[in-house]
């Protein structure tokens, strides 16, 4: 890639007009959701069934038990509810969109717009993110408001801070799947490549089992791994596992790891882009 | 007898031709499989990982779990390397291709070859993982080592393949019709795996109820398990319930391919 399209307005470019390109991104991202309400609601209904399942196993687990390590048989149904609704947000299952574009040669494409490749990409991520709460997550908690009565969080600072850490869970989730969606740079192979990364993602980031559950040395190698930041922080800050001190260093953590992650993201992309080469035709 | 030799050699044939494809990519096999195997054992190691804090699952112990989690897992594995060619989302990529068409074309039957169709070899790992998980609950459950527990849990991971290979082949069918609904399909094939994967006297008794004598899900494993275990079955049902229950498989197998012919009767193409 050798052409570089002139800014707009040639150095003048106000803010505004810098926020519209993302913007506009994200709306299309948000709206695309909504072409297909059928997949959705049969989606839901999946997710509602393997709920039920899931909210069986943990109140057989707690039994006749009031609370365990910090959880009562009620936050294990919050729990649940949270993480069946941030699905498909969070794209917990997987997400092979940028390798497939880097794969058929059309990120050529995106290279050509007038804005940074992984903005343009958190953009569009960002809106679909948004338009997958809508459709799929706030039904299901509402599901489960109605079936079992979900725990809300107290007040107006511990919604302060769920409210942020869903959004460092999404930044965080997402710099990770496109880091891992990089690996289309280097090998054809990528996709195997990145379903082991799932795997790993599910079990990590508390979506199979709440992590206060595992034993404590494997909470501790979890510990300095980005994956609680993507889903089991929000969870237990929702449900009020952490509290006070410990909410904001919970924060402060799920920050870190998106700046470790954004700055891995730049130099894996820049040497991406180095190595890309494109079929023509 | 000359006419299912001819076919056994066809098949071993197709599944020939798509193992030595399969294996050309060798990197792309062996990363596909430890996905693949991670996938379950993640979600294993999961359940594995917390069963210490809470010491049992609804009074199971942890290789009562193995013995129901493991059988389960590995028939519902056998039965996709089996089936998969039945699987909605395969078949209905043949019908929307026009591919399915070419299968009516050649001189081989046709049920033969959408069994052959998509033999998924990087499943391979994941079997020997469920096996794994079956024999720890083999040996760490209160069994009678016997000709009678063999038998039984050897007819119980038939009925098992039968059971879901049935369910494949319905929701196939449903692809000549309409691609919309077959999601559904899914609530009964990976949900019914996941739910017989735990004792069913953790659900409410409307859910239990709902697969044991509609769908007849429970008979499959978990009433032979408990016959085995020397535990009493649920609604009192008689002792020789949990004997019956291999025979339910087969049952829904069959009604399966006595719609598939319809459904391949009814099947006009879609003119690509």
């Avoid at chain 1, 947000?89 to 007038?114: C, I, K, N, Q, Y």
């Avoid at chain 2, 039968?162 to 009964?188: R, Y």
Wanted: proline fraction near 6%; charge should be positive.
């Amino acid at each position: 890639m050798t052409t570089m399209p002139a800014p707009p307005t040639g150095g003048h470019v106000s803010r505004l007009s810098r926020l519209a390109l993302p913007l506009a991104v994200a709306r299309l991202g948000f709206q695309r959701q909504f072409a297909y309400p059928q997949a959705a609601l049969w989606g839901l209904i999946t997710n509602s069934f393997f709920g039920l399942l899931r909210v069986a196993v943990l109140l057989a687990l707690f039994g006749t038990r009031p609370q365990v390590a910090g959880y009562t048989p009620q936050d294990a149904i919050t729990y649940t509810g949270l993480t069946q609704a941030f699905i498909m947000a969070f794209s917990l299952f997987g997400w092979f969109d940028f390798m497939r574009v880097v794969h058929r040669g059309e990120v050529t494409a995106d290279l050509l717009r007038p804005a940074s490749l992984l903005g343009f990409w958190a953009a569009q991520d960002a809106g679909r993110a948004l338009g997958q709460l809508v459709l799929r997550g706030l039904p299901m908690l509402l599901i489960f408001q109605m079936v079992w009565g979900l725990n809300w969080p107290p007040g107006p600072l511990a919604w302060a801070q769920v409210t942020l850490s869903v959004l460092l869970a999404w930044a965080c989730g997402f710099l990770f799947r496109f880091l891992v969606n990089c690996a289309a740079f280097w090998s054809p192979d990528a996709v195997g490549f990145g379903r082991f990364a799932w795997a790993v993602l599910g079990l990590g980031c508390g979506f199979l089992m709440p992590l206060a559950f595992f034993p404590d040395g494997v909470r501790a190698v979890l510990a300095w791994t980005p994956f609680p930041a993507m889903l089991n922080t929000t969870v237990e800050l929702w449900v009020g596992v952490t509290t006070g001190p410990a909410a904001w260093a919970a924060l402060g953590t799920q920050l870190a790891w998106t700046v470790a992650l954004l700055l891995a993201c730049r130099v894996t992309l820049r040497a991406g882009l180095r190595r890309l080469e494109v079929a023509g035709g | 007898m000359a006419d299912l030799r001819h076919h056994l050699t066809l098949y071993v044939r197709l599944l020939g031709a798509q193992i030595r494809s399969q294996g050309a990519h060798r990197t792309s096999f062996i990363l596909d499989a430890l996905g693949s195997l991670l996938i379950t054992a993640a979600e294993f190691a999961a359940l594995a990982l917390v069963l210490p804090r809470f010491g049992g699952l609804g009074g199971w112990t942890l290789g009562e779990i193995c013995l129901l989690y493991g059988l389960a897992e590995l028939a519902f594995v056998l039965m996709d390397i089996l089936f998969g060619g039945f699987d909605a989302p395969n078949l209905s990529a043949h019908v929307r291709s026009g591919s399915f068409s070419t299968f009516l074309l050649r001189p081989a039957p046709l049920t033969l070859q959408v069994f052959a169709s998509d033999f998924a070899l990087r499943r391979l790992p994941r079997v020997l993982l469920a096996a794994a998980i079956a024999a720890y609950g083999l040996t760490h459950a209160p069994l009678a080592a016997g000709l009678e527990t063999a038998a039984l849990l050897t007819a119980a991971v038939l009925g098992m393949i039968c059971f879901f290979g049935g369910l494949f082949v319905i929701g196939g069918t449903l692809t000549f019709w309409t691609v919309d609904s077959v999601e559904a399909m899914n609530v009964l094939t990976y949900g019914g795996r996941t739910l017989i994967s735990y004792p069913m006297d953790i659900y409410s008794a409307w859910l239990r109820r709902t697969f044991t004598y509609l769908i007849p899900a429970a008979f499959l494993s978990y009433l032979p398990a408990l016959h085995l275990l020397g535990r009493p079955l649920p609604d009192g049902l008689p002792g020789w319930a949990a004997l019956i229950g291999p025979l339910a498989g087969p049952l829904v197998l069959a009604a399966a391919f006595a719609f598939w012919r319809v459904g391949v009767r009814h099947y006009q193409g879609t003119g690509t």
